[in-house]
T-cell receptor, first 114, second 112 residues
Framework: AQKVTQAQTEISVVEKEDVTLDCVYETRDTTYYLFWYKQPPSGELVFLIRRNSFDEQNEISGRYSWNFQKSTSSFNFTITASQVVDSAVYFC???????????FGTGTRLQVFP | DAGVTQSPTHLIKTRGQHVTLRCSPISGHKSVSWYQQVLGQGPQFIFQYYEKEERGRGNFPDRFSARQFPNYSSELNVNALLLGDSALYLC???????????FGSGTRLTVV
C-alpha cells in the first residue's frame, strides 16, 4: 500500500524561528518520487521540490531545505528563519514510478506570527 | 506563459444536479490530472489523461467522468451531485508525469 503520513496537523512559530515539517511515506516500490507542495489561502498548490528514490542527496534552496532518508522512509522539510509569508498548508506527496497519480498526506498548517 | 487555468472559480449547485468543470493546461503540457480536496484533507486523485486517453482513475463512483480534448484541455463532469461532493477541485498539468505537476487555483464547488 502507498501512504503518506504528516503527523503534525498544525505548527505555530514566531518569525525568524526555524521549523521542520515531517513526512513519512510507505511504499514497496523501488522507484518512486516524493514531492512537497505549498498551499496558500488562495488554494493553488505551489510546487516546491521533487525527489526520486535513487537520489538521497539533501537539497537546499534559499531558506528551504529537504532531508530525504530512505532508511526511515522520511522526507522532511525545514524552513530556516521563517517569515509570515511562509504561512500556508504544506503537503507531502508520493508518486509510484509507473503511474502519474500523486498520493498526498493530510497536510501541515504552518502559521508564522510576526 | 499562462499557468493552469480552471473555470469557474466558484460554483453552487443543488443536490441531484450535474456540473462540468474545465481546465486548460500549460501550453505544451499533454498530461492533465484531476483531484478532489475536501476541507481539511489532502487532495485525492480522481483522473489522469495523457494524449486524450485515460491513464488512471481513482476510487470515485461512476458519477464522475472526464475527457481531454485535442488541444489538451479537459473537463470533469459530476452527475447526480451529493452534499459530499462539496470540495475544491484541482486540475494539474505536466509535460510528462516524471516532472513537477503544476496545479491550477481550483474550482470550489458547493452542493446545497
Amino acid at each position: 500500500a502507498q501512504k503518506v503520513t504528516q503527523a503534525q496537523t498544525e505548527i505555530s512559530v514566531v518569525e525568524k524561528e526555524d521549523v521542520t515539517l515531517d513526512c513519512v511515506y510507505e511504499t514497496r516500490d523501488t522507484t518512486y518520487y516524493l514531492f512537497w507542495y505549498k498551499q496558500p489561502p488562495s488554494g493553488e498548490l505551489v510546487f516546491l521540490i521533487r525527489r526520486n528514490s535513487f537520489d538521497e542527496q539533501n537539497e537546499i534552496s534559499g531558506r528551504y531545505s529537504w532531508n530525504f532518508q530512505k532508511s526511515t522512509s522520511s522526507f522532511n522539510f525545514t524552513i530556516t528563519a521563517s517569515q509570515v509569508v511562509d504561512s500556508a498548508v504544506y503537503f507531502c506527496a508520493l508518486r509510484r514510478g509507473n503511474t502519474d497519480k500523486l498520493i498526498f498526506g493530510t497536510g501541515t498548517r504552518l502559521q508564522v506570527f510576526p | 506563459d499562462a499557468g493552469v487555468t480552471q473555470s469557474p472559480t466558484h460554483l453552487i449547485k443543488t443536490r441531484g444536479q450535474h456540473v462540468t468543470l474545465r481546465c486548460s493546461p500549460i501550453s505544451g503540457h499533454k498530461s492533465v490530472s484531476w483531484y478532489q480536496q475536501v476541507l481539511g484533507q489532502g487532495p485525492q486523485f480522481i483522473f489522469q489523461y495523457y494524449e486524450k486517453e485515460e491513464r488512471g482513475r481513482g476510487n470515485f463512483p461512476d458519477r464522475f467522468s472526464a475527457r481531454q480534448f485535442p488541444n489538451y484541455s479537459s473537463e470533469l463532469n459530476v452527475n447526480a451531485l451529493l452534499l459530499g461532493d462539496s470540495a475544491l477541485y484541482l486540475c494539474a498539468s505536466s509535460w510528462q508525469g516524471n516532472y513537477g505537476y503544476t496545479f491550477g487555483s481550483g474550482t470550489r464547488l458547493t452542493v446545497v
